[in-house]
């Protein structure tokens, strides 16, 4: 009904249907007041159910936090949380780069008793497309959601299989990027879940990503100290025993129980009949339930996977050692896998004399794992040393032969009469090993002591005096002994007092080992332990442990120092463009120009990725620490020639001073990296100093970023349009739109304050969506009122182009959906967001281009001022930065330079305009000295 035509509301009369007919005026007031008071009971109750829910999280957050093992907090959290969410059965899946996902935890309420494994399940339902691209959304932050009911073909196959009415997959983000998604499943109602209970659910999953990852980081630490240790005990045990291969398979059979392997293996190779090679097994360890398969190990291989084989190979003949994983080998070396019966393996070779002798290799027949670097080198150090104590043992086997054991063993044997001088009265004719004869040294009796390196000479002579105590035992140390060319060798040495029956002291025995080879394994181990592999530099845990160091002589009264936290700029496109070989020789070179422009007394680490620190001494004032960022920016901005490539990447510097009121290292560092965002969001390629308004600053936006995730739901974010004129004619060339946000605390916020935060919250997609939408359904009430509007410009991101097609698509949508041309609307791109599409070789500009959307430089003259950009983005609009027309109204260059633009724009057909008043009358201004930049039309 019309609503002019409308009856109007009557207070009398009887057979109306209206509850309120017939009431008078205040019974009318109190029923809506019971109305009133009914919503706003309602609205409580949501309110107190979501701090309820928040309260749950809270305690199950803070159990687990206080758990030894988070996967035995897990099944108790769960409990609690499932009985205020509805779901029956939770699945946490890890989806790492590169990997197959797998299945990290699983849960089912008590009772649930259906026989489904929901892991195995999952995992083989994951290929299906259909499931693909449901899950899709998980990688862009958005939960997703799925009903028996709702869903038809291979989806509610696997419902049905899964035995679930509804399920509800939540992503996990840790550190902005996707780690995987946990499920909780209903096996009942199939309704969906509401958005608080979303939300809490999200809240929950991000924490136990994070806490899972940090658990797994702490034990890969401590299996890494493990695996020293036990390395460091095994190389003493090989190098000392007089029983070699005993000793050898004892230690491989260690570390393999250390690295959690199912099989180990040394196989030497040999020459074979007809010019093929043959596998000699010299040790070997397996798990009582893992079957050997010596027999395919050590039988020539067939032609059907030989070629896979010998080519997968062949870098261990180079020293490098190899690792192989069932899932990513190729047919013929997955055969070789196979009839192995393992799933993953890791094999290092073994040099003799720079030679490849053979291999020792270690098999995972349960899992799929991958090898670090640090791993891998620790077990080269082991194959080095296990290639030394074989050559030394066939050497002392020939010598045996040759019935010259004791005077050629590598073991040198030695006398001394015992009176205070020690004169020498025997030795052994192996002295020759290190250059001396032996009629010689026994023609000088003390001749020997000057051979003794001066470092070590008064530990020596204070066991040699010990001896001539009465009741002294044998002693036994290490030092190092000069050579005849000068250089020194570590030796073990062993003195053995023998008296006569009255206990004086007769003579002194003494043996002599050659331990140069095990000194330099166990430092080649402990530099393992200090330094990062790829660069050499002092790696996260040597920089804290010299941190704290520097912390607690700073409060006895030393200089005080300061911290400067680094991060390459642009790194990660090189990285992810020209491939990862490529991005650790940049990551080299880099760590090579860090040492030359640091001091001797500074202390230069890489913490991870492409982040460095720099802990510079004597920093007594900001002086020091900016001079020295100043050259580091330098430094590490100038051009790099790697591979026929020449690179360029920046350096962002957070720099903290150290203070007294500050003892913790994490406190410490956390104050840098502050300062490092800082210099980032301030336009990167340069440093920053901690101060304490970072800290509100930090507070701040942590805040803003928890709102963010709410403010689309509750419709707080508004588009604002702010005409454009064309700073030559003056004429009015369309609308921008504007983003704000209508904070409830905070008032209206510009984008400028929250749009840095939107790019690195996960909500970029869904905030793009709504200006794109929300452009377009404007623009189309403009058309349907008669409003003469030319174009609606709204500004793009580097994160939306990075989309690809998928942008595209939006565009493509939002303009059907709203009946627009496609050259009704611009988009405003910033010549940061053109130099990154450029460098990544990204279409979605020209893709858009040829579809008919206007193409705008945003803030011409803020970046590159790369001119190139207007020919080859066939831009249609330039808006030069309000910054630049400030800067030319009293800079001569600067002045040049707008002309030059505005001709070379008004040449190429492109218009010149500004965002407000201001601009214009900058350029009249401008127009008005001297010669005019602008003249009227």
């Known amino acids: 009904m019309d609503a002019a ?83 029956d059965r939770m699945v946490a899946i890890e989806v790492p780069e590169h990997e197959n996902s797998k299945v990290v935890f699983t849960w089912s309420s008590p009772g649930l008793g259906d026989g489904v494994d929901i892991g195995k399940l999952i995992l083989k339902r994951s290929g299906d497309s259909q499931v693909r691209e449901w899950v899709r959304p998980l990688r862009q932050g958005k939960p997703v959601f799925a009903a028996r009911g709702m869903v038809i073909g291979s989806m509610r196959e696997f419902l049905t299989e899964a035995a679930v009415s509804a399920v509800l997959l939540v992503p996990v983000m840790v550190g902005g990027r996707f780690w995987g998604q946990i499920g909780f499943d209903d096996r009942k109602s ?126 261990l003949r180079d020293n490098h050692a190899i690792q192989g994983h069932v899932g990513q080998a190729p047919d013929g070396l997955k055969e070789y896998f196979e009839r192995l019966k393992l799933l993953s393996t890791l094999i290092v070779p073994i040099m003799l004399d720079g030679k490849y002798w053979g291999r020792i290799g270690f098999d995972d027949c349960t899992k799929e794992r991958k090898w670090t670097e640090t791993e891998i080198g620790i077990l080269k150090t082991l194959a080095d040393l296990i290639g030394t104590a074989i050559t030394r043992e066939r050497y002392v086997e020939e010598l045996g032969k040759a019935n010259t054991i004791i005077q050629n063993s590598p073991t040198i044997l030695f006398r001394l009469r015992g009176e205070p001088s020690f004169p020498m009265v025997y030795i052994s004719q192996n002295i020759s ?132 936290y680094l991060d390459l700029d642009r790194f990660k496109e090189i990285n992810d463009t020209l491939g990862h070989p490529v991005g650790d020789k940049l990551l080299q070179a880099v760590a090579d120009r860090l040492r030359t422009a640091t001091r001797k007394t500074d202390l230069v680490a890489r913490l991870g990725g492409d982040e460095f620190s720099v802990l510079q001494s004597d920093a007594v004032d900001s002086f020091n620490p900016s001079t020295l960022a100043g050259k580091l920016v330098e430094e590490v901005s100038a051009p790099y020639h790697i591979d026929g490539n020449e690179l360029r990447i ?104 929250f749009m840095p935060i939107v790019e690195k919250s996960g909500v970029m997609q869904e905030v793009g969506r ?68 450029t460098l990544s070789q990204s279409s979605v500009l020209e893709e858009l281009q040829r579809l008919g959307v206007g193409i705008a430089i945003d803030d011409f003259g803020a970046e590159y001022s790369s001119l190139d950009y207007l020919k080859t983005y066939r831009v249609g609009r330039l808006k030069i930065a309000k910054s630049m027309l400030v800067s030319a109204a009293g800079n001569k260059s600067d002045l040049a330079m707008v002309r030059a633009i505005v001709k070379l724009a008004s040449e190429l057909g492109v218009a010149v305009v500004g965002e407000d008043d201001d601009c214009r009358q900058i350029m009249n201004e401008i127009a008005g000295k001297s010669d005019p930049v602008i003249r009227p039309n």
């Open 433 to 564: 090993l290190f250059g001396y004869a032996p009629d010689e040294l026994l023609s000088s009796p003390t001749l020997y002591q000057s051979y003794t390196h001066p470092g070590d000479r008064t530990k020596v002579q204070s066991t040699m005096a010990e001896m001539l105590r009465k009741n002294a035992s044998a002693r036994t140390i290490e030092n190092r002994m000069l050579i005849s060319t000068g250089e020194s060798r570590w030796v073990e040495t062993r003195y053995t007092p023998v008296r006569d029956t009255n206990g004086r002291l007769i003579e002194v025995e003494g043996i002599m080992i050659d331990i140069t080879e095990r000194k330099a394994a166990e430092e080649k181990i402990a530099l393992l332990a200090r330094t990062d592999p790829l660069t050499g530099l002092a790696n996260r845990a040597t920089f804290g442990g010299r941190l704290r160091q520097a912390l607690a002589a700073m409060k006895r009264g030393t200089a005080p120092f300061a911290i400067l």
């Open 650 to 753: 920046g350096v962002s510097i957070g720099i903290s001073l150290a203070s007294a009121d500050v003892d913790d290292p994490e406190i410490f560092m956390g104050q840098a990296d502050k300062a490092l965002y800082r210099a980032k969001e301030e336009g990167r390629g340069q440093y920053r100093f901690y101060s304490g308004e970072l800290d509100q600053e930090a507070r701040k936006r942590a805040a803003l970023t928890a709102d963010l995730k709410l403010a689309l739901e509750r419709n707080e974010l508004e588009l604002y349009y702010e005409p454009r004129v064309d700073l030559v004619s003056g004429k009015s060339v369309g609308v921008e739109a504007l983003l704000r946000w209508k904070h409830p605390q905070h008032g209206t916020l510009s984008s400028d304050v």
């Open 5 to 87: 035509n409308k009856p109007s509301p009557t207070f009398s009369g009887s057979g109306t249907n209206d509850p309120q007919a017939g009431q008078q005026p205040h019974e009318m007031l109190r029923t809506a007041a019971a109305h009133l008071e009914k919503d706003v009971q309602g609205r409580l109750q949501e309110l107190q159910q979501r701090d309820d829910l928040s309260n749950v999280v809270t305690a199950i957050v803070t159990d687990i936090l206080n758990a030894a093992v988070i996967k035995e907090a897990l099944p108790r959290a769960l409990d609690t949380l499932s009985a205020h969410i509805r779901f």
């Open 190 to 315: 199939g309704e969906r879940w509401k958005p608080r209970e979303i939300a809490a659910l999200k809240t929950f999953a991000d924490f136990l990503g994070v806490a899972l990852t940090r658990e797994r980081f702490l034990n890969d630490v401590r299996q890494r100290d493990k695996l020293l240790q036990t390395v460091t005990q095994s190389a003493a045990a090989i190098v000392t025993s007089p029983y070699l291969h005993e000793a050898i398979s004892h230690s491989l059979e260690t570390v393999a129980q250390t690295l959690d392997v199912d099989r180990m293996h040394v196989l030497e190779i040999v020459p074979g009949t007809g010019g093929r090679e043959q596998c000699l097994l010299r040790n070997n360890w397996q798990r009582e339930d893992v079957s050997p398969e010596l027999d395919t190990l050590l039988r020539p291989m067939s032609e059907s996977y030989a070629t896979s084989v010998a080519e997968w190979m062949a870098p």
């Open 770 to 837: 709504f200006m794109l939408d929300g452009a377009c359904r404007k623009m189309a009430q403009w058309r349907a009122g008669k409003t003469d509007i030319p174009v609606v410009a709204l500004a793009v991101t580097l994160n939306q182009t990075k989309r690809g097609r998928e942008f595209v698509q939006m565009v493509k949508e939002s303009l059907k959906r709203w009946n627009l041309q496609p050259s009704d609307i611009e988009l405003d791109v910033t010549e940061l967001v053109l130099a990154r599409t």
